[in-house]
C-alpha cells in the first residue's frame, strides 16, 4: 500500500468551529488532492497541489481552504464548519499528476452538528 | 461538473457471471482509469487506458476505449465474492493536473 495516512479517520464537531484535516504521504509524490464522497455525488475535488506551496481550487472549493509546507503533508481546513460538509474526505497522491494512477487514503469520516 | 457518468448505478450478478459497466465522458481526454472502492476503504486503481490504446488488459479486467464515441467499458469477467465494490471511472484531460470522477457504479456478487 502507497505511504499515506489520513487523521483523524473520524471526527463529529459542531457548526461554526474550525477544522483541519490531515494527509500525510511518504512517497515523496509531487501531488496530492484533496477529494469529497457523497452519496450520488462520487468524488469531487475540494483542492489540489502541485509542489510546495503550490496550490488550487477544484470544483467544490467554497468553504475550505488548504496548506502545503512540506512535501509530504497537505492540510485541509474548514474555517467555518457547517452541516453540507458532513461527508467523507479522501485524500490522494500522485507521481505525475493525473498521468498515472493515484493512490487513496482511507478516509475521514466528518460529522458536522 | 462530472465529466465521467457510469451505468449502471448498480448491478447484481450470480458469482462466476460477468460484470459490464460502462462510462460516458464529455471532453477530449489524455486518459481514462478504473478504481474499485470496497465499503468503507479508499479508492484503489484498478487500470489505465490513454486515448491512444482501445484496450487493455488485467487479470480478469479488460478495458475498453471509444474516443469517437466518448465512452469506456470495464468488463470483469468470472465474478467472485471479492468483486462486490463500488467501481469509478475517471477521466484526465490534457495539460491538467486532475482527474474528475463518475458517480460510480455498485456491483453485488450473489454467491
Known sequence: ?113 | SQQGEEDPQALSIQEGENATMNCSYKTSINNLQWYRQNSGRGLVHLILIRSNEREKHSGRLRVTLDTSKKSSSLLITASRAADTASYFCATAIYNDYKLSFGAGTTVTVRA
Open chain 1, 1 to 113: 500500500d502507497a505511504g499515506i495516512t489520513q487523521s483523524p479517520r473520524h471526527k463529529v464537531t459542531e457548526t461554526g468551529t474550525p477544522v483541519t484535516l490531515r494527509c500525510h504521504q511518504t512517497e515523496n509524490h509531487r501531488y496530492m488532492y484533496w477529494y469529497r464522497q457523497d452519496p450520488g455525488h462520487g468524488l469531487r475535488l475540494i483542492h489540489y497541489s502541485y509542489g510546495v506551496k503550490d496550490t488550487d481550487k477544484g470544483e467544490v472549493s467554497d468553504g475550505y481552504s488548504v496548506s502545503r509546507s512540506k512535501t509530504e503533508d497537505f492540510l485541509l481546513t474548514l474555517e467555518s464548519a457547517t452541516s453540507s460538509q458532513t461527508s467523507v474526505y479522501f485524500c490522494a497522491i500522485s507521481g505525475q499528476g493525473s498521468s498515472t494512477e493515484a493512490f487513496f487514503g482511507q478516509g475521514t469520516r466528518l460529522t458536522v452538528v
